[in-house]
């Protein structure tokens, strides 16, 4: 847990960037606003942690899942932010879905390189070694030729 309340906080920077999102341009906001929307903030994460938590013991799980924080709004009676939030954790997993998919496919892209590149090494080493066994021979014609001139 936090050693000091201030921990609890959100990082002004990401509170800044909600806030100037949210609000129409030319809008100032005073730095005192902005700390107390931080504190609001904080204040609705740890009431929708604990709800979800509750929800969780009940189903006798350490781990907190969407479905326990979905539980959770709806407790807290804020049933019309659901279907946004539904929407925006299906667009998450479509997106973990589509970067796990990329990484696979790089994987993929990368093995089959690497077996490209030792395919054609392998074959430089087997030219190499039929080079060499031709040039001794050339050399001994060549040195036949000495002998016979």
Sequence with gaps: ?????????????????????????????SKEARRAISQAASVFVLYATSCANNFAMKAKRKTLNAGDVMSAMEEMEFERFLQPLRESLEAYKKGQKGKKEASEQKKKDKEKKSDVEESDKKDEDEEEEEHMDEEPEAENEAEEDEVEN
């Design 1 to 29: 847990m936090a050693e000091r309340p201030e921990d609890l906080n959100l990082p002004n920077a990401v509170i800044t960037r909600i806030i100037k999102e949210a609000l129409p341009d030319g809008v100032n906001v």
